[in-house]
T-cell receptor, first 113, second 116 residues
Framework: GENVEQHPSTLSVQEGDSAVIKCTYS??????FPWYKQELGKRPQLIID?????GEKKDQRIAVTLNKTAKHFSLHITETQPEDSAVYFC????????????FGTGTRLQVTL | GAGVSQSPSNKVTEKGKDVELRCDPI?????LYWYRQSLGQGLEFLIY????????KSGLPSDRFSAERTGGSVSTLTIQRTQQEDSAVYLC??????????????FGPGTRLLVL
């Protein structure tokens, strides 16, 4: 089955700096890659997703890139703000085994003043 | 409109007791998913429903876990003879439908289960 690895597990950046979180996946059939943000004690919320027919997608300060050959995808947050502090999860899904959205283990991002 | 809701928000039980966790998906969402999130871990897939049927139950950790969905809406996750290792946050999510092009999954607030 699919295996998703996520790095780093924790990340501390100063306000205004950029943050990058990287994920790798194992199933070459995976074609949907969402990113969720989970604030302390709250539910995961989708912040951005990318499908395998595109290599990059941007939404204001966040962007996601996908390299299908290397089976890598990354989340980029620019001009970080304290409210970006949360745990971020990447996930991958392959159609055919479409029920299983496989998640990474999460990255705890701390944005310091 | 209302999002995904779950109840109870917290449940403390004794080892060996049965518990039922409830999920109310977003109205009109035909697909429903259960996940388990242990402390400091990612989200572990348990089961998903398309309508009232569960095409994939492979994530259920043991035969003590079962789930059902009636009327294409509310779902209950039942854990029998709870064990301490069942302690976790149980998250439910729903999506408009389940197709080859994955729909966005919207999560509920979770039920935090503690087995003493």
């Amino acid at each position: 089955g699919e295996n998703v690895e996520q790095h780093p597990s924790t990340l501390s950046v100063q306000e205004g700096d950029s943050a990058v979180i990287k994920c790798t996946y194992s199933d070459s059939a995976s074609n949907y890659f969402p990113w969720y943000k989970q604030e302390l004690g709250k539910r995961p919320q989708l912040i951005i997703d990318i499908r395998s027919n595109v290599g990059e997608k941007k939404d204001q300060r966040i962007a996601v890139t996908l390299n299908k050959t290397a089976k890598h995808f990354s989340l980029h947050i620019t001009e970080t703000q304290p409210e970006d502090s949360a745990v971020y999860f990447c996930a991958a899904l392959a159609t055919g085994t479409a029920s299983k959205l496989t998640f990474g283990t999460g990255t705890r991002l701390q944005v310091t003043l | 409109g209302a999002g995904v809701s779950q109840s109870p928000s917290n449940k403390v039980t004794e080892k060996g007791k049965d518990v039922e966790l409830r999920c109310d998906p977003i109205s009109g969402h035909t697909a429903l998913y259960w996940y388990r999130q242990s402390l400091g871990q990612g989200l572990e897939f348990l089961i998903y429903f398309q309508g009232n049927s569960a095409p994939d139950k492979s994530g259920l950790p043991s035969d003590r876990f079962s789930a059902e969905r009636t009327g294409g809406s509310v779902s209950t996750l039942t854990i029998q003879r709870t064990q301490q290792e069942d302690s976790a946050v149980y998250l439910c999510a729903s999506s408009l439908r389940h197709t080859a092009v994955q729909e966005t999954q919207y999560f509920g607030p979770g039920t935090r289960l503690l087995v003493l």
